[in-house]
């Protein structure tokens, strides 16, 4: 070989492992320390799983009633850890439950978690009214839960349907949740409620492990909508409630006994 090419080539060699050695020294691989979560829902009645299209059930009010159906959403997953508060957002803060379509009933959350031993979890039921917009989603399911606009739109946080027994018949119930309506006395709209609520769960620590995935387990139990504090009966409020800002109210604070966190 030529000795004028040699030295140049050998300087280059040498400059290149020179360089590679020093870069790669300097590299610092950061361990990873975060696991994930993800929420299970299951739905019972009077402490058994629960038994669709059936009238077997007896509310407080001493309404015999039957189960066809549970559509809900959750959002705004917190965690608490030393009375710091974590918003779960992810690319998605909402998540929707169907027990007509098993894969929903488990959410598996985007973001990553740093390891350790967290207090409880809160959730709102719904959305939060900002959140709440209408025709964000284009899609069925989802798209389907769409609360009218003259109602306030945005979408159902609920739809909880069955049906309960007068004598030998029965008869249909929407019991659904979402904006409630202020009327006035010639009974127009002049202005809307948000019927969303924060659910802070008791006794609900969990721990999360570095590259594991943990779930946390919970039940919605139905009969705890139609009671505590406020026994429902369907006989007075009838089988749609979504012009019912009363009969909503009583839903929604009965609302914060109908969850629990399975231990």
């Known amino acids: 070989m030529n000795k004028r090419l040699l030295f140049p ?22 361990e990873d320390t975060t696991g994930k979560l993800k929420i299970s ?25 039957l189960v066809t159906e549970v559509k809900l959403f959750i959002s705004n997953v917190t965690i608490y850890k030393n009375g710091t ?15 007509n379509l098993p894969s929903t009933l488990e959410w598996p959350i985007v973001d990553d978690i740093e390891a350790g031993s967290y207090d409880s979890i809160a959730f709102t039921f719904g959305f939060k009214d900002a959140d709440n917009q209408s025709f964000m989603y284009v899609n069925s399911p989802e798209k389907d839960m769409i609360w009218p606009e003259y109602l306030g739109g945005g979408y159902h946080y609920m739809m909880l ?25 010639n009974n127009e709209i002049t202005g809307f409620i948000d019927n969303s609520f924060k659910l802070c769960l008791a006794n609900s620590n969990f721990t999360i492990t570095t590259g594991t995935t943990t779930t946390v387990n919970l039940e919605m139990m139905v009969e705890e909508w139609f009671e505590t504090p406020y026994d429902y009966d369907h006989n007075t409020y009838g089988g749609g409630i979504m012009e019912n800002q009363e009969a909503m109210a009583k839903i929604r604070d009965n609302g914060f006994n109908a969850f629990r966190k399975v231990n």
């Open 9 to 30: 080539l050998l300087f280059l060699i040498s400059g290149f492992s020179i360089f590679s050695f020093t870069s790669c020294e300097n590299v610092i691989v950061e």
């Open 41 to 65: 829902l299951a739905f019972l009645a009077d402490e058994q799983p629960l038994i669709f299209d059936t009238a077997i059930y007896t509310n407080a009010a001493g309404n015999q009633y």
């Open 85 to 99: 508060a974590k918003v779960l957002n992810g690319w998605a803060k909402e998540h929707y439950f169907d027990t």
């Open 161 to 185: 349907n069955g049906k309960w027994k007068v004598g030998n018949n029965l008869y249909g119930f929407a019991t659904h949740l979402g904006r409630g309506q202020i009327y006035d006395a």
